[in-house]
């Protein structure tokens, strides 16, 4: 950085009166005027802010710290550090040989899969297992594609940092690594690595495997056997969401992170809800994630907000926020997409896990009594869950965003009725170790796990994968990829 630079931000705060106004000692100025230098990490960041005190003479040393402080949100941790990162985002084509030499990673040991398990549209992810000498598989990982279906969207500001011909990144995995970075990144899905092809118009990015899927396939499992999702677990998701929630509104569970621009996720529902088995606890722990081009930052004065994130018809319509569809009615016509949008999305989780559909097909313009028509409550979750849980539920659901719960305010019930009748034994069972715990309900909570392919034979996965292959083929569906 040329000195120059650092002379004029350092003469412009040291002799400007209003960072001083009780006065200062020479070895005060010079301690807060550096850490505020160093903080704006980049040089670019620090010419922009430059050029900032020049265009206003009157800029205090706060005001650089805030505008610091926005730097430090809006750049990822860098791309980082293990081995197998930069090594699966190499890989575009399936393997199954992990004698293949040139498939090792670092660590000698060699990561084979690559096959689709899911997505829709415009995404597609494959899991790649890495096998020990054994050939036991040791350890997993999703990598996500993703084909922007619009052209026009590779040039959108809104959903890129930087220019993606030029190392820019998408926001989905800006605003998801950042999320991570937050004391409440526990409730999001790792992600560990991007990369951008846009020569080949798709990006994409390794996460964490989540051993026990989703909750939309959870629901299934569930239904499969005619039951109901157990009471505990659906207060351990409730929490789970608010508290990511809470984070992706002010960028930390326990205060609010100066310059946080609020995260709208668009389109959280339950199959963009993961699960994975956690150490100690009978219950999978939820983890967000799958914020593909629909997330967003925003704050109140957004010019973008609402009228072009409407326009540009985000996520899934029958979980989507009433003020945030293309032809919302009148009375949100001047309501913006904040946080309030994603308590509703919590809610139409809960309520779709709770009464055990499918989302409806939704239409994009809905008044009030519309809502209230499609969110009815079948008479099984009537009957079968505590009207605590229910009532929290209904608090998301409110048609007005400014009715609607805030994400404290669900951590909040959650913390008052703990240890309360019927619910609050259930919410002192979401985090049971076991079935065999005392007072656990076996016969209404008791948890309907998938297998987990932690540690199997890598020749049994492959077995299993063929197997789904051959029978999706025998049905007449030929390009599974």
Known sequence: MAPTTWNTFRNHHWNLAANWPGGA???RKTREISAVWKSLLTPQAKRREVGSIRNDPSRTLAQSSSAAQRIVNDIPPPSPGPTYVPFLLRQDDRVINPDA???ADTTGRAWVGGW???GRGSNRACPWYRVDDDDNVDDRRIVKDTYPIDPLDWIDATKWQGDAREDGLPMEYVLHKRLRGTNGGEHFADVEGCRVLARRWFYRFVMEYCDQKDAQDLKKRYALWREMVPEPFLWRLLESLALACKAMQDGALNAVVVGWQEIIHRDLKPD????????GRLYPKPKVADFAEFAIETFPDDPFNPRIYREQRAGHVACAAPESLNRCHDSLE???LLSAANVWCIGITMWYMMNNRHYDSGHDWWDADDYRDANQWDESPLNFYSQPLIDAVGTCLQ???ANRATPQGLL???AANAGIGRAGQCINARDAVSENDAGFNQADWHYISTEDEWRRPWAD????QESIEGDIRARGIVDLY
């Open 25 to 27: 000692t020479s070895k």
């Open 101 to 103: 030499v040139n498939q």
């Open 116 to 118: 689709s398990i899911g």
């Open 272 to 279: 963009n809800v993961f699960l994975a088995s956690e150490d």
């Open 334 to 336: 001047d309501d913006q």
């Open 399 to 401: 048609f007005l965003p």
């Open 412 to 414: 909040d019930r959650i």
């Open 461 to 464: 996965v492959l077995r299993e």
